[in-house]
């Protein structure tokens, strides 16, 4: 039987998690990741802010959590303990499609389309990458194949660390936040923080119509990814949204953080490594995770007080 970390001791919640080592499996893991989550997308009734499209943590990996259908329902789970998808729904129906090295993207699509139509739902997805890694079409891709299951365990050992620090965090504030969600298209982990107010429409111009309904009101917005190409290793990042004047001037924590621009914008940046290698793991995590709230809400204005539980 397999032996895992205790939750007591912080430190193996956060283990090595460099970008260059797993890769391949990361964009390969993202693409059947971003299939499921398009699944979820079509057929999961519209909520405020894309909440509807998100994936959510459970003890064994990523779940759609239950998707109604008809007069029933159906979920969708990915189980990083014993690497597998298991497709289940609410007329008893169970199937299990093993994940593993040499599983292409094209053989998962189609073999996930399958079950699907076994167990009676029909749906049709736009059935390519969204944003990244590639262009290619999910039936046509057999490039994407790679697998290498401990790498995918570490991953889901930290969303877990993670998950359970923005949980923390999340239960400090009473006005509306987001649920703790994982993103499939962008491939992290967030929580975020709404002041109540909305967007004056002309804020609003210019924005593509995902960014429009994402951003229709003001946000303070927390999270961690794995790495991309834009950021090759894991980090904790946080902004506002609008960013209100003197944001990058703000001190941050820990010492180890830092604003960077983004594409124009101020964004908080604590690299994962340092969180690793720092005295308290998780209290590192929060104390980044408060200064980048209070930097971004005193200077938008909100009654912190007010908000304070």
């Known amino acids: 039987m397999a032996s895992y970390p205790t939750p007591l001791d912080p430190q193996p ?76 729904s609410s007329t008893g129906a169970a199937h299990r499609l093993d994940l593993r090295d040499g599983l292409s993207v094209a053989d998962f699509y189609r073999r996930l389309f399958e079950i699907l139509e076994d167990i009676g739902v029909e749906v049709k997805i736009l059935a390519h990458p969204y944003d990244r890694p590639g262009p290619v079409p999910f039936a046509e891709d057999h490039t994407h194949a790679s697998y290498d299951a401990d790498a995918v365990h ?57 960014s429009r309904e994402g951003y229709s009101h003001e946000v303070v917005s927390f999270g961690f990814w794995p790495g991309d190409d834009n950021v090759p290793a894991p980090a904790f990042y946080a902004y506002t949204h609008p960013e209100p004047e003197g944001l990058a001037e703000a001190a941050l ?49 909100w009654d912190l007080d007010a908000f304070a539980r």
């Open 253 to 301: 924590q820990p010492e180890a953080a830092w604003w960077e621009d983004a594409r124009g914008s101020a964004m908080a940046m604590l690299k994962y490594d340092d969180v690793r290698t720092a005295a308290d793991p998780r209290q590192a995590v929060l104390d980044f995770l408060e200064s980048t709230y209070h930097a971004g809400a005193s200077r938008a204005g």
């Open 13 to 88: 919640l956060f283990p090595p998690l460099p970008l260059a080592n797993w890769r391949a499996t990361k964009d390969t893991l993202h693409l059947f990741i971003q299939i499921v989550g398009k699944v979820r997308l079509k057929l999961f009734p519209k909520l405020n802010h894309w909440w509807h499209v998100t994936l959510y943590l459970t003890p064994r990996g990523l779940t759609t959590g239950a998707i109604p259908y008809g007069f029933g329902a159906f979920d969708i789970t990915f189980d990083f303990i014993d690497h597998a998808l298991d497709v289940r």
């Open 154 to 210: 570490r991953f889901w050992q930290v969303l877990l660390g993670v998950g359970s620090i923005l949980e923390e965090f999340r239960g400090r504030f009473l006005g509306k936040s987001t649920p703790v969600h994982f993103f499939w298209h962008s491939f992290d982990l967030v929580v975020t923080r709404f002041s109540g107010r909305a967007l004056p429409p002309e804020r609003l111009d210019g924005m593509d119509g995902v």
